[in-house]
């Protein structure tokens, strides 16, 4: 290409009008200048803590098809921002303090088609700036001889000030173990971020249930008879998070399956007869009757049917039968109630005492100078007993353990060795005390 010809194109390309020299194409191509599709950013959220630091790119992108060679780029200062704390980034740059402006002179920088770049500034609010106050910036860029083109304007805002926010309110009891909990929340400033649910079972302490969550409702699982109490925080955009004290601000308490009002059991000649009403059911299956003869190891007995679901008062009986012949003082009973998907729970300890048996302590011959039989009837059960004669200051002369069986027990006991007037005692496994003069 002629020198003519390249003159004649960089005329037509600077004054915007076709090529005037018809020798140099035999097909002409436009060509566009290189434009700017130009964006200011600032790295932080729309609010911000009072002094948080800006960084601000301000992004130019060459979307013609002809090569930049120089750009420019200004930005000038808002009256809230700190010009002490000014950080430029990007190499490049002057800064006039009378007019708060900073100007890059990019010489060179050869921005072809389709090339982007950026230039850094990074600053700080001034000091005591009351939350609310409005911090704007945006830029202009220059490529070489064209038009100065502005960017957007990007806008942030103090806020340090918590948001606020609370629990909807539940009912004071559920029957159904599936709770929908909800929560609102409000910022006078800023915008909410999220909220952290926490939760508390019965006398427990709070623990989290949901953190950082941007919902305002969810469905929580709960167990039977229990209390649950909830509280909620919520933090804001520039990073204030709601303080609280751990007090409830919903609660809510969950309906066993079986509410059980009653459970007793008496002795009936030689069978134990077990009684225990209810005042509501849901999804109840059965009820396993359970017996221990030590109120620690339980064997089942038998089964009563339940009434699945019911909210009015349901009794209910069992029959342990000959339960005395077990010689037992006293019986153990529990209940473990079923529910429907397996489920369950225990009931109470009760006990139930079957001892009717009248223990007598009979000494002869009496008075005697030799030997006596100490005879013991009535015995409820093999047991350990202990056997004392006393004098009548409490000192034991004799002391014995002796084993006994359930029913009559004959002991014989030397007293030649005694003098009259000393007092035979006898206690058994009831811790029962019964003494007879000698």
């Not at 060509?31 to 950013?41: F, Q």
């Not at 948080?52 to 130019?60: E, F, G, K, M």
């Not at 006596?372 to 202990?386: D, R």
Request: one cysteine or more; a neutral charge.
């Amino acid at each position: 290409m002629g020198g003519e010809c390249t003159s004649s194109l960089q005329n037509s390309l600077l004054q915007n009008t076709p090529n005037s020299c018809g020798r140099c194409y035999t097909h002409e191509t436009e060509t566009r200048g290189p434009v700017d599709p130009n964006e200011k950013l600032v790295n932080a959220k729309k609010y911000i803590q009072p002094l948080q630091t800006l960084v601000y790119p301000i992004h130019y992108e060459n979307i013609g098809n002809v090569e930049v060679q120089d750009v420019f780029v200004w930005d000038t200062l808002d009256n809230n921002l700190d010009t002490s704390t000014l950080q430029i980034i990007t190499p490049g740059a002057t800064y006039n303090a009378a007019s708060r402006s900073i100007k890059w002179n990019l010489l060179n920088k050869n921005l072809q088609p389709g090339a982007t770049d950026n230039v850094l500034l990074s600053i700080k609010p001034k000091q005591n700036l009351p939350s609310g106050t409005v911090i704007r910036n945006k830029a202009s860029i220059q490529f070489k001889i064209f038009e100065k083109v502005q960017t957007n304007e990007v806008e942030n805002i103090i806020d340090a000030i918590k948001p606020k926010s609370s629990m909807l309110p539940l009912p004071a009891k559920s029957p159904d173990l599936n709770i929908k909990i909800s929560w609102l929340g409000t910022d006078s400033i800023g915008i909410i971020e999220s909220y952290s649910i926490f939760v508390a079972t019965d006398t427990g302490g709070y623990q989290p249930l949901l953190l950082n969550t941007t919902y305002t409702s969810a469905m929580f699982v709960a167990e039977p008879g229990k209390l649950y109490k909830f509280i909620c925080i919520a933090k804001d955009q520039a990073g204030n998070v709601e303080v609280k004290e751990p007090i409830a601000e919903a609660a809510i308490a969950t309906d066993l399956p079986v509410e059980l009002i009653s459970f007793s059991g008496a002795l009936k000649g030689k069978d134990v007869l077990l009684q225990w009403e209810t005042a509501n059911e849901q999804n109840s299956r059965h009820f396993v009757v359970q017996r221990s003869i030590d109120g620690v190891n339980f064997e089942n007995l038998g089964q009563v049917n339940a009434a699945g679901n019911s909210n009015r008062v349901k009794g209910y009986s069992y029959t342990d039968r000959n339960a005395a012949a077990l010689g037992l003082i006293k019986i153990y009973y529990r209940l473990q109630e079923v529910d429907l998907d397996g489920t369950f729970t225990f009931s109470k300890v009760i006990n139930v005492n079957v001892d009717r048996h009248v223990e007598t302590f009979t000494i002869v011959p009496n008075p005697a100078s030799d030997n006596i039989l100490v005879q013991l009837n009535g015995v409820s059960a093999n047991n350990i007993a202990s056997l004392d004669i006393l004098d009548f200051t409490g000192r034991k002369i004799i002391s014995r353990g002796i084993s006994l069986r359930a029913g009559s027990n004959t002991i014989p006991v030397s007293i030649s060795s005694l003098s009259n007037g000393y007092l035979c005692t006898h206690s058994g496994i009831t811790g029962q005390e019964m003494a007879k003069k000698v």
